[in-house]
């Protein structure tokens, strides 16, 4: 079967030629993003947070899922490269674009629980793990991506994947699922509970 995605929002091609300009190599994958769009449709007025706006592609995936009642919160620490992603996304409103360091946001945010949460950077991932599940709503999704070895990665980040694993794996709240896919997933649901 080939897995390969048939629909694709309309502002991923534009994104992706900003991404190559800039040097941004760091990119939702396209399988996670079909992903992506079909877990936001799985929840009509959903709240979603995505931890890592990069240049927008994993942005434009969710946005293209989303029902016109949903929102969505995305934080990314780099102001030049989320500007890729405001230029091209700015204008719809079920976005909000938050620039600043994700772990301070997370130690920060007080507000409602989310439906979703992509955590696409090291904040609410590798750092900052239990504030980022702290997060996800009973019955709401946590998924993580980019877990199979990647080109640059640092020698340690095996291991980092390897307790980042077996933490989730653990967790008696979550159930938890690796998908040996695209850059190599791990989707968690929140017990109801």
């Given at each position: 079967?080939?897995?390969?995605?048939?629909?694709?929002?309309?502002?991923?091609?534009?994104?992706?030629?900003?991404?190559?300009?800039?040097?941004?190599?760091?990119?939702?994958?396209?399988?996670?993003?079909?992903?992506?769009?079909?877990?936001?449709?799985?929840?009509?007025?959903?709240?979603?947070?995505?931890?890592?706006?990069?240049?927008?592609?994993?942005?434009?995936?969710?946005?293209?899922?989303?029902?016109?009642?949903?929102?969505?919160?995305?934080?990314?620490?780099?102001?030049?490269?989320?500007?890729?992603?405001?230029?091209?996304?700015?204008?719809?409103?079920?976005?909000?674009?938050?620039?600043?360091?994700?772990?301070?946001?997370?130690?920060?945010?007080?507000?409602?629980?989310?439906?979703?949460?992509?955590?696409?950077?090291?904040?609410?991932?590798?750092?900052?793990?239990?504030?980022?599940?702290?997060?996800?709503?009973?019955?709401?999704?946590?998924?993580?991506?980019?877990?199979?070895?990647?080109?640059?990665?640092?020698?340690?980040?095996?291991?980092?994947v390897q307790r980042l694993l077996a933490e989730l794996d653990a967790r008696q709240d979550f159930r938890s699922v690796r998908l040996a896919w695209a850059s190599g997933l791990l989707m968690a649901v929140r017990s109801a509970a």
């Amino acid at each position: 079967m080939d897995d390969t995605p048939v629909r694709f929002p309309d502002a991923l091609p534009t994104l992706r030629a900003a991404a190559d300009d800039a040097g941004f190599a760091m990119s939702c994958e396209e399988r996670t993003g079909s992903l992506l769009a079909a877990f936001a449709a799985t929840r009509p007025g959903g709240r979603i947070l995505e931890l890592g706006t990069g240049v927008g592609e994993g942005t434009a995936w969710l946005l293209s899922g989303m029902d016109q009642a949903a929102r969505l919160v995305t934080v990314e620490l780099d102001t030049a490269v989320q500007a890729v992603a405001r230029q091209q996304l700015g204008t719809d409103p079920r976005v909000t674009f938050v620039c600043g360091d994700g772990g301070a946001w997370l130690e920060s945010y007080d507000g409602e629980p989310f439906d979703l949460v992509f955590a696409d950077t090291w904040p609410g991932k590798f750092t900052h793990l239990d504030q980022a599940l702290a997060l996800v709503a009973p019955g709401g999704t946590y998924l993580i991506d980019d877990l199979d070895p990647q080109p640059g990665w640092p020698e340690d980040h095996h291991a980092s994947v390897q307790r980042l694993l077996a933490e989730l794996d653990a967790r008696q709240d979550f159930r938890s699922v690796r998908l040996a896919w695209a850059s190599g997933l791990l989707m968690a649901v929140r017990s109801a509970a």
